[in-house]
């Protein structure tokens, strides 16, 4: 059973950051294409960056340059560093994963088969 835990949301000020985790398990992590998503309310789930098995990245216009995407295969673990935030950004964030490796990093939502609870990030004006 595979199982997508993330941590480490909050509540934060405009211009402040945060860092949240990701913990798999029940899937061959180090194969997995991973991905974070967030869904802010009113609007659709939207892609935020994914990463690759081979560390590959991309990330979304609006979160480029400012959160940075990471894995560590030997603790099963993503990460997101979010910095300069925005309350724009205000969202709950989820972790995802793909069943199968990928040569390219998929931004939609059915590119990916499995989802964590997700955390909520708030960031004040």
């Known amino acids: 059973q595979v199982q997508l835990v993330e941590s480490g949301g909050g509540l934060v000020h405009t211009g402040g950051s945060l860092s949240l985790s990701c913990i798999a398990s029940?899937?061959?992590?180090?194969?997995?294409?991973m991905g974070w998503f967030r869904h802010a309310p009113g609007k659709e789930r939207e892609f935020v960056g994914g990463i690759l098995w081979s560390g590959g990245t991309q990330y979304s216009d609006s979160v480029k340059g400012r959160f940075t995407i990471s894995r560590d295969n030997a603790k099963n673990t993503l990460y997101l560093q979010m910095n300069s935030l925005k309350p724009e950004d205000t969202a709950v964030y989820y972790c995802?994963?793909?069943?199968?490796?990928?040569?390219?990093?998929?931004?939609?939502?059915?590119?990916?088969?499995?989802w964590g609870q997700g955390t909520q990030v708030t960031v004040s004006s």
């Open positions: 995802a994963a793909a069943r199968i490796m990928r040569a390219v990093v998929v931004t939609t939502t059915v590119g990916y088969d499995y």
């Open positions: 029940g899937l061959t992590f180090s194969r997995s294409a």
